[in-house]
Structures are given as C-alpha cells and as structure tokens.
C-alpha cells in the first residue's frame, strides 16, 4: 500500500475514534443540559448552560441540597430540581417553611417563604419510601416539583445524573 493510502485509513480511524469517544462521554459520563424557565432562579436562570454527571450515583448516593436532572413522566422532557427529602423521612411544609422529620430545613436556597397553594402533596406529612426522593425548585413559588401529583416522590432510578457545574450561567436583569 502506498503512504497516501495508509495516511488516508488512519485519518479515517482517528476521526472514528473521536466520533466514538464524543459519544460515549456524552451518553454515559457528562452531558451539557440547558435551564429552561424559572424553577431553579436564582441559582440557575433561564438558559444557563449547565454540565450533568451521568456517572456521580454509581457508588454515592443521593444528598440532601443535589442538584438532579430526571424525566418528567418518563418523556423526553427534564427537570431540573433540588433534593430535598431523602428515603425514610417524613416532609412538611407549612408555615411558608420545609420541615424534615418536624424539624425546620434551614438551607441558603429556600429565599422565600412558600406561598399558600404551593405546599401541594407535602401539606399534610408525607413519609418517603426507601427509595423515594422528595425535589423541589429553588424558586420554590414558581416549580412543578414533587408537591404536585403528576411529578411526586422520584425514586433513584429515574435520576439522569447530578448537576456538577456551570458552563455559562445566564444572568437576568
């Protein structure tokens, strides 16, 4: 075989390799997800560019304060939301305020008080199974979270991946 020939299938073996490599980092280690709406404000905003682990569960389990991604009613549509219950416990919220195992959560995310009419699910106590996960927005009086029926208790499997950093975090004014 000539150079020419030999120079040509390396390249092509090389390109395959990036080609292979891309995708396997981005379906089974870190994917780029973008923020859609205000859920998650101020944390993230509206079009912040976020990079998502895939892999951060496999030997860790989830925390209280994890920033999840996981599938609304198994589509093709991802939340974004905060851990805030784990399995065993029992969530509350009443007086605008989360209470975990009737003690106050007192976190720097929760800025507000929870409106009356957002408490959903969680304003009677709520016991989560041993595999079930209780998530909310920071924006906590403008989520769809796991105080509203159609999202409720997530469990572990449905997680996608954990949030790990931010690559471009849209500021709004």
Request: net charge negative; aromatic share 10%; with cysteine.
């Amino acid at each position: 075989m000539n150079n020419t020939i030999k120079t040509f299938i390396k390249d092509i073996l090389f390109f395959c390799l990036i080609i292979f490599t891309c995708y396997f980092v981005t379906q089974h280690i870190a994917q780029r997800v973008v923020v859609e709406g205000a859920s998650m404000n101020p944390t993230f905003t509206d079009g912040s560019d976020l990079i998502m682990s895939r892999i951060s569960y496999i030997e860790d389990d989830p925390q209280r304060g994890d920033i999840i991604v996981f599938p609304y009613n198994h589509s093709h549509v991802y939340f974004i939301k905060r851990v805030i219950g784990l399995p065993g416990e029992t969530i509350q919220i009443k007086d605008g305020a989360v209470y975990i195992n009737d003690e106050l959560l007192q976190e720097d995310y929760i800025l507000e008080p929870i409106l009356e009419g957002y408490e959903g699910r969680a304003t009677d106590p709520l016991l989560l199974g041993e595999d079930e996960y209780f998530v909310m927005g920071d924006n906590c009086n403008n989520s769809e979270d796991s105080r509203v029926s159609n999202i409720g208790n997530i469990k572990r499997s449905q997680f996608v991946g954990k949030i790990a950093g931010t690559l471009h975090k849209v500021t709004r004014q």
